[in-house]
């Protein structure tokens, strides 16, 4: 059984720029997360989608938002990027919210 | 006060002997428990989920939860290098977002 797809494993943007980042869960799972994992902050919880609606959000700025799709795919798209927004992005996939979540291997993503 | 807290280490420990990790939570809605290990420029990894009072054993891996302390634990039997990792502790409530800890690193010497 695949794990949860994350592309692209590793880019780099400029300041100003946006990026999009993919997600293919679990093969099932309905529902999706993303995370941010940077050194000083460590994991945090970003949003969560399930059945193409955002069910739970963090507390991050409104350049960060999500979709999902019918198939149960999402992507997470960060607009005017800054030094800051360097981190591995997470995704995660379950079936619903009583399940074990499983996590991506992650997107590296280098702003400059 | 954090959420969820944890040492962040580094805990050395020798090859064979158990390793003792452990978390405290703040939120006493909290349901489901679990440990994700982490290796350096990789994803965490599902170790043990725990949900009720008590043990839950899994190979060398034991996790404890005392609700009423707010406490959570991962015991690491026989450790071994490759245990040598960041371990987090994370915790979720009604709904469907983990909040973690900063992790504890974990070293395992020969």
């Known amino acids: 059984k695949a794990g949860v797809t994350q592309t692209p494993r590793y880019l780099i943007k400029t300041r100003g720029q946006q990026v999009t980042l993919s997600c293919s869960p679990i093969?099932?799972?309905?529902?999706v997360s993303w995370y941010q994992q940077t050194p000083g902050q460590g994991l945090q919880f970003l949003f969560e989608y399930f059945s193409e609606t955002q069910r739970n959000k963090g507390n991050f700025p409104g350049r960060f938002s999500g979709r999902q799709f019918s198939n149960s795919r999402s992507e997470m798209n960060v607009s005017t990027l800054e030094l800051g927004d360097s981190a591995l992005y997470l995704c995660?996939?379950?079936?619903?919210?009583?399940?074990?979540?499983?996590f991506g291997e992650g997107s590296w993503l280098t702003v400059v | 006060q954090k959420e969820v807290e944890q040492n962040s280490g580094p805990l050395s420990v020798p090859e064979g002997a158990i390793a003792s990790l452990n978390c405290t939570y703040s939120?006493?809605?909290?349901?489901?428990f679990f440990w994700y290990r982490q290796y350096s420029g990789k994803s965490p990894e599902l170790i043990m989920s725990?949900?009720?009072?008590g043990d839950k054993e899994d190979g060398r891996f034991t996790a404890q939860l005392n609700k009423a302390s707010q406490y959570v634990s991962l015991l690491i039997r026989d450790s071994q290098p490759s245990d040598s990792a960041t371990y987090l502790c994370?915790?979720?409530?009604?709904?469907?977002?983990?909040?973690f800890g900063t992790g504890t690193q974990l070293k395992v010497e020969l």
């Open positions: 939120d006493r809605v909290s349901q489901s």
């Open positions: 995660a996939s379950s079936l619903d919210k009583s399940n074990t979540i499983y």
């Open positions: 093969s099932g799972h309905r529902s």
């Open positions: 994370a915790v979720k409530g009604g709904g469907n977002k983990l909040t």
């Open positions: 725990i949900y009720s009072n």
